[in-house]
């Protein structure tokens, strides 16, 4: 129940804001942990790995956050353009990022070094998506030149390629690549498809197509998806037997999804963010104000953190003894943590 207790759910924003909310399981409520304005443009991907949070976006750049004291660690610059998609092994070791010019990055989480850089990974297409193994050993990034590959991360090299105009329903569309539990299949999702992949069969066990287009999906078990759609629905989708279960979900775009033990979570392009049970039953929910472009789970995070709250200046004494008679009977839970900018470390590129 602890864990459950420190489940943060963080979201990159269209505004450039990375916004933090807390869920309590009891109360069902969910109230803002954090708010950082780091970003010069949109942010586009999110990810965290132990106490580290790692944010991508339309600016180049990656910022590094420590959630446990909640400070701004480094900024990461060895991309050029757009950055898609961040991954964390899952040792905590390394960061793993692909950017609209085609560049793959590996960086060492700690010392953040670049260890290693492929410029033209995708030929100079974009990479829309990163899927690390749960071994730590492999990664699977989907280009806009519809292609799938495959790294060895041991190696550091790239091991396959698979041309999925040969193999996809709609490969054109694809722009999303998931991992299932079980680690032998995987999904790739995208227009009005979920394809199921294998790696033992090493190509499609079968292809789900759908009513509405496909804007993300997550892996609940080894045989069961929720999928969110452009329309705002959600479903629940059986792999074995191709059944799709549909929720009204929405009113507006799904722009993430994710599962966390018993519970869904997804985000909308409108900026609510909500809480679901595996039956698609809403838990809670609450608006951020912003457009949400993405989502992550934080659930390593130290309790013994320092708010400060956000204050505006007074205008004069009077109105200063006021606010403060007034916010001592505010309740503490009102409080919102500020993440601070620390001394920016910047990663030199190395080519190798």
Request: overall charge negative; glycine content about 6%; charged content about 25%.
């Amino acid at each position: 129940m602890n864990k459950i207790a420190e489940l943060e759910i963080i979201v990159g924003t269209y505004e450039e804001y990375l916004l933090g909310y807390k869920y309590n399981p009891k109360s069902k409520e969910i109230k803002q942990t954090f708010a950082i304005h780091s970003h010069s443009s949109s942010i586009r991907s999110v990810c965290t790995s132990g106490n580290y949070l790692a944010s991508g976006g339309a600016d180049d750049r990656i910022f590094i956050y420590d959630l446990k004291n909640r400070k701004e660690h480094c900024v990461l610059t060895q991309h050029n353009a757009t950055v898609n998609c961040i991954d964390f092994t899952p040792e905590h070791t390394h960061v793993i990022s692909g950017s609209a010019d085609g560049t793959l990055a590996v960086v060492r989480v700690g010392n953040w070094q670049l260890e290693k850089i492929w410029e033209n990974a995708h030929k100079g297409s974009a990479i829309l998506d990163i899927a690390v193994h749960s071994s730590g050993k492999l990664a699977l990034t989907l280009g806009s030149d519809r292609t799938l590959y495959t790294w060895n991360l041991v190696k550091g090299r790239q091991a396959y390629i698979i041309n999925l105009n040969n193999k996809s329903k709609d490969p054109k569309s694809l722009d999303c690549v998931r991992w299932a539990p079980c680690g032998v299949r995987f999904v790739l999702a995208g227009g009005k498809y979920t394809e199921i992949w294998s790696i033992e069969k090493g190509g499609i066990l079968n292809a789900i197509e759908h009513s509405n287009k496909v804007t993300c999906c997550t892996w609940l078990s080894n045989n069961s998806l929720v999928v969110g759609y452009e329309n705002g629905k959600l479903a629940l989708v059986n792999t074995d037997n191709n059944k799709v279960t549909l929720c009204d979900g929405h009113n507006s775009r799904v722009k993430a999804v994710v599962g966390y033990e018993d519970f869904i979570i997804t985000a909308t392009s409108s900026g609510d963010v909500s809480i679901w049970d595996k039956s698609l039953n809403k838990l809670s929910e609450c608006n951020s104000g912003c457009r949400i472009t993405c989502l992550c789970i934080a659930t390593c995070i130290s309790q013994d953190v320092k708010k400060e709250e956000i204050k505006s200046e007074p205008e004069d004494e009077s109105e200063s003894e006021s606010n403060d008679d007034q916010k001592d009977e505010e309740d503490e839970s009102d409080e919102v943590e500020v993440i601070i900018p620390r001394k920016k470390v910047k990663t030199q590129k190395t080519h190798r």
